[in-house]
């Protein structure tokens, strides 16, 4: 990538085979052996002193992987509420217990933070036209920030299965929508098939690693206004925001900013829980799910690429991952609208779900200080039951 200082701050490297990759904003993974790429900047020079002065995700900066020429693409991403869930915590009997709104973000999801980055680099180097594969946040964020950046973008859902709300998104902000009959995982096969024909589409789904270098900024966020963290709870899907938040917090230790690493538990849908049986089976493969089935839409992925990564994450933080039935998504849903006025979308429910079962079964410390991350808006998703 331009810049000779840029190149010196960062190191592009397989979690698969550990070789290190030539930069390139379109490269998504290993030129070697086509395993996923991790993006490691280097914060060591860095501390909080140098993060600007904004309410934003594009606080830090300094330790975003881009070049001094690259101009932000922002609707206002990030510094999203950190609220205490005084009531639940009283019914669980937990210390604290906190939850991150990422439905606060401008189109309604976390993957906002991812969105922004990416589609940034891409608009500094030229890209006339973004490609995506979605459940439907993926596409209604890459369509909104598309349009910021004067760009096409082309959408790839799988037919039937996205919420009407997340495909209205999509349609307002004018990209040209392909539907494909079956999953995520086909509409995913089609974007990568397109992208080996065109030279000129720019990948925007989370296989993209300068995409998840955005993310970890939730991690920065919560590790400034809390300092010490015991857990954190988040769905898992396509495995990408998981790795990413274990990144951020894993830099914010280097930086100081935190003094240890919280357990991090990612939770499945039971319907779609290729992660969470890969990971029982031994934690060294994935064990894809062919018709993955949840009302949990954002988190209906059978086969998901960034599996190596969530593995890693949890592996390193000492932390599982476990399933939940849609009905305890559906209950811990209604939990927090009515017991804490916080409204979210069924997957990101998940995140409470899983608490609520490790605190059933006796296997979480009741006397910690845990977050749980609410990935989407309730209207995202809107179920009534």
Same mark, same amino acid.
């Given at each position: 990538?331009?810049?000779?200082?840029?190149?010196?701050?960062?190191?592009?490297?397989?979690?698969?085979?550990? #070789?290190?990759q030539?930069? *390139?904003?379109?490269?998504?993974?290993?030129?070697?052996?086509g395993?996923?790429?991790?993006?490691?900047?280097?914060?060591?020079?860095i501390?909080? *002193?140098?993060?600007?002065?904004?309410?934003? =995700?594009?606080?830090?900066?300094?330790?975003?992987?881009m070049?001094?020429?690259?101009?932000?693409?922002?609707l206002?991403?990030?510094?999203t509420p950190?609220?205490?869930?005084?009531?639940?915590?009283?019914?669980?009997?937990?210390?604290?217990?906190?939850?991150?709104?990422?439905?606060?973000?401008?189109?309604?999801?976390?993957?906002?933070r991812?969105?922004?980055?990416?589609?940034?680099?891409?608009?500094?180097?030229?890209?006339?036209?973004?490609?995506?594969?979605?459940?439907?946040?993926?596409?209604?964020?890459?369509?909104?920030?598309?349009?910021?950046?004067?760009?096409?973008?082309?959408?790839?859902?799988?037919?039937?299965?996205?919420?009407?709300?997340?495909?209205?998104?999509?349609?307002?902000?004018?990209?040209?929508?392909?539907?494909?009959?079956?999953?995520?995982?086909?509409?995913?096969?089609?974007?990568?098939?397109?992208?080996?024909?065109?030279?000129?589409?720019?990948?925007?789904?989370?296989?993209?690693?300068?995409?998840?270098?955005?993310q970890?900024?939730?991690?920065?966020?919560?590790?400034?206004?809390?300092?010490?963290?015991?857990?954190?709870?988040?769905?898992?899907?396509?495995?990408?925001?998981?790795?990413?938040?274990?990144?951020?917090?894993?830099?914010?230790?280097? =930086?100081?900013?935190?003094?240890? =690493?919280?357990?991090?538990?990612?939770?499945?849908?039971?319907?779609?829980?290729?992660?969470?049986?890969?990971?029982?089976?031994?934690?060294?493969?994935?064990?894809?799910?062919?018709?993955?089935?949840?009302?949990?839409?954002?988190?209906?992925? &059978?086969?998901?690429?960034?599996?190596? #990564?969530?593995?890693?994450?949890?592996?390193?933080?000492?932390?599982?991952?476990?399933?939940?039935?849609?009905?305890?998504?559906?209950?811990?849903?209604? =939990?927090?609208?009515?017991?804490?006025?916080?409204g979210?979308?069924?997957a990101?429910?998940?995140?409470?779900?899983?608490?609520?079962?490790l605190?059933?079964?006796?296997?979480?410390? #009741?006397?910690?200080?845990?977050?749980?991350?609410?990935? &989407?808006?309730?209207?995202?998703?809107?179920?009534?039951?």
């Amino acid at each position: 990538m331009r810049g000779h200082d840029y190149e010196e701050r960062i190191t592009i490297r397989c979690l698969a085979c550990g #070789k290190e990759q030539e930069l *390139s904003p379109r490269l998504m993974v290993c030129s070697y052996c086509g395993g996923p790429l991790e993006i490691e900047p280097d914060v060591s020079r860095i501390s909080i *002193s140098d993060f600007l002065k904004i309410r934003s =995700m594009w606080r830090y900066r300094p330790v975003l992987p881009m070049g001094d020429f690259v101009e932000p693409i922002t609707l206002g991403e990030g510094a999203t509420p950190l609220i205490r869930l005084r009531n639940i915590e009283r019914i669980l009997g937990i210390k604290e217990l906190y939850a991150k709104i990422e439905g606060a973000n401008p189109t309604g999801s976390f993957k906002d933070r991812g969105m922004s980055l990416a589609v940034s680099i891409a608009n500094s180097y030229g890209y006339p036209e973004f490609i995506v594969a979605s459940t439907g946040n993926t596409a209604a964020s890459a369509s909104a920030y598309g349009a910021r950046a004067g760009k096409r973008v082309t959408v790839v859902l799988p037919r039937g299965y996205v919420a009407d709300g997340k495909l209205f998104q999509s349609i307002l902000h004018g990209a040209r929508i392909l539907y494909v009959d079956g999953s995520f995982d086909d509409a995913l096969s089609k974007v990568i098939d397109d992208l080996s024909r065109s030279s000129t589409l720019y990948p925007l789904n989370s296989i993209n690693p300068w995409r998840l270098e955005g993310q970890k900024t939730v991690a920065y966020e919560i590790a400034e206004d809390l300092r010490e963290l015991d857990a954190i709870f988040l769905p898992v899907g396509n495995g990408g925001n998981i790795y990413a938040v274990y990144k951020g917090f894993a830099e914010a230790i280097k =930086m100081g900013i935190m003094n240890r =690493m919280p357990r991090i538990f990612g939770v499945q849908a039971k319907g779609a829980s290729p992660i969470y049986t890969g990971w029982n089976l031994g934690g060294r493969d994935l064990k894809p799910v062919n018709r993955p089935e949840t009302i949990a839409t954002a988190i209906r992925i &059978g086969r998901p690429a960034n599996w190596l #990564k969530a593995f890693k994450a949890v592996r390193e933080s000492k932390g599982f991952f476990l399933s939940v039935d849609d009905t305890d998504i559906l209950a811990s849903q209604r =939990m927090l609208a009515k017991l804490e006025g916080v409204g979210c979308e069924p997957a990101s429910a998940a995140s409470l779900a899983g608490l609520i079962k490790l605190v059933d079964e006796g296997i979480i410390d #009741k006397d910690q200080r845990i977050v749980i991350i609410l990935t &989407g808006h309730s209207l995202k998703d809107p179920i009534a039951r």
